[in-house]
């Protein structure tokens, strides 16, 4: 046995993790999204991630959820919109 061979139950709980990471960053970024909604121009966030235009409209207006990479270049921006923050602030400090 190498050391990367899994055995059966292995690879299922590494799924189930996976499963869970993705509906937590889901839940986070769609709630962020949510709270901050009015800092955002809907189009504008849409050319900044990348996506087709009116799909942020659609999320905000009616609910419709992201795919997983629409979340994944979300929570991307989002943690870089954080980290330029927190450098600029320590910059000024």
């Not at 292995?10 to 499963?19: A, D, G, H, L, R």
């Not at 009015?38 to 009116?54: A, C, E, K, V, W």
Request: overall charge positive; hydrophobic content about 35%.
């Amino acid at each position: 046995m190498n050391q990367y061979s899994f055995s059966e139950t292995n690879c299922k709980s590494k799924v189930i993790v996976i499963k869970i990471m993705k509906e937590n960053r889901r839940i986070i970024v769609e709630a962020w999204l949510s709270k901050h909604r009015d800092l955002f121009n809907t189009s504008g966030l849409d050319r900044s991630l990348d996506i087709p235009l009116g799909t942020m409209q659609k999320f905000f207006k009616y609910n419709i959820r992201l795919n997983n990479k629409r979340i994944n270049k979300a929570y991307r921006l989002i943690k870089l919109l954080g980290e330029d923050f927190k450098s600029l602030h320590e910059e000024i400090e």
